[in-house]
């Protein structure tokens, strides 16, 4: 996939380059930016450093690796977090800018990024991670690399508010069967009352007609699936960045009759074509897969589906928050 979100140090993750938090000036910091000199190797990154010389906020400047599993590591300036009115968004966001051009440039396949600016400069989590997705989802609709998110821990990680309240509050109100089923167990009295209430209500809402089922009989899930981006208006390249495949899957789905995909492929296809949810759910269907109240995987996309936030990047930091896997 295009884009990844992943907890590790990010010393220990072979990409081509590597994002460090530098310091204004040719002198090791603390946090990521001592991590990455320690790793790389101190006297002799240092030394490439000082050559460099001053960078200033937002700007980004390349040196080798050294010792790091990389081919580059990428220097970049973020701001420090005064009160959001001292321009801090817009540094931040020329940091991801900047130094996903410069990857760019030097024909690196793949980046990895630390969530800068959250640690000793002090910029709110939720806003830092809401501008590097913006800037990753940016760059990679008009690039191939892969773009990795790296998270130091669950600390350095941190929803919006709002967001993770509105998730939290869907699964309590739609997710009872997990809640059920945790506390009495699967095959308890409790839990089959609640499923067969529960299956009940659904049978309450209206059926579609036999006609239409018919009409729509036959259609595998490759079928359905480009008959659904013809309809869309969006071309292949769009469709497929949209849903953070990458564009080898995408050929296989086209060219491989009878393709299988995961459950992740098709939601992730569902969210870039921006369908509702019995759209949603009937493409799914069709490779075998359905939303069920009793994971939180899919209740997490069906929150998104039902409030129409198609934003995959926001959802695979949803997701990821919840320690499930992430789209594409």
């Known amino acids: 996939m295009p884009f990844k979100i992943v907890r590790n140090n990010i ?10 938090t530098a310091n204004p000036m040719p002198v090791v910091g603390g946090g990521t930016d001592s991590a990455i000199y320690d790793a790389a190797g101190r006297e002799e990154l240092l030394s490439k450093r000082r050559e460099i010389g001053e960078i200033k906020p937002g700007d980004a400047r390349v040196t080798e690796a050294f010792a790091l599993d990389a081919k580059y590591i ?80 669950r600390k350095s990680f941190e ?55 018919l009409g729509e009989a036959g259609k595998s899930f490759q079928d359905k699936l480009f008959e659904l981006i013809d309809a869309s208006g969006m071309t292949d390249v769009e469709v497929y960045k949209k849903a953070n495949i990458d564009r080898k899957v995408f050929s296989s789905i086209k060219c491989k009759k009878d393709y299988k995909p995961s459950k992740k492929t098709a939601v992730s296809f569902a969210i870039a074509l921006k369908l509702d949810m019995d759209a949603t759910k009937d493409l799914l269907g069709r490779a075998g897969f359905a939303l069920s109240p009793s994971s939180r995987f899919d209740l997490i996309i069906s929150y998104f589906v039902e409030k129409k936030i198609y934003d995959i990047y926001e959802i695979n930091a949803a997701l990821f928050e919840y320690d499930e896997q992430i789209l594409g």
């Open 11 to 20: 010393t220990l993750v072979k990409a081509d380059a590597i994002v460090n």
């Open 74 to 153: 990428i220097h970049t300036v973020g701001p420090m977090w005064i009160d959001g009115a001292h321009g801090e968004m817009d540094v931040l966001r020329n940091c991801y800018r900047n130094s996903l051009e410069l990857a760019g440039e030097l024909s690196c396949k793949s980046i990895a990024f630390p969530l800068i600016s959250t640690g000793v400069y002090g910029f709110p989590k939720d806003e830092a991670l809401q501008i590097a997705l913006a800037e990753i989802n940016r760059f990679l609709l008009k690039a191939d690399m892969l773009v990795i998110l790296v998270v130091f821990d």
């Open 159 to 213: 929803l919006s508010g709002k967001l993770l309240s509105g998730i939290e509050e869907y699964i309590d109100e739609n997710g009872v069967d997990v809640t059920v089923k945790r506390e009495y167990g699967p095959n308890s009295r409790f839990h089959a009352e609640y499923r067969s209430n529960h299956l009940s209500m659904r049978e309450l809402q209206p059926a579609k007609k036999l006609s239409d089922v």
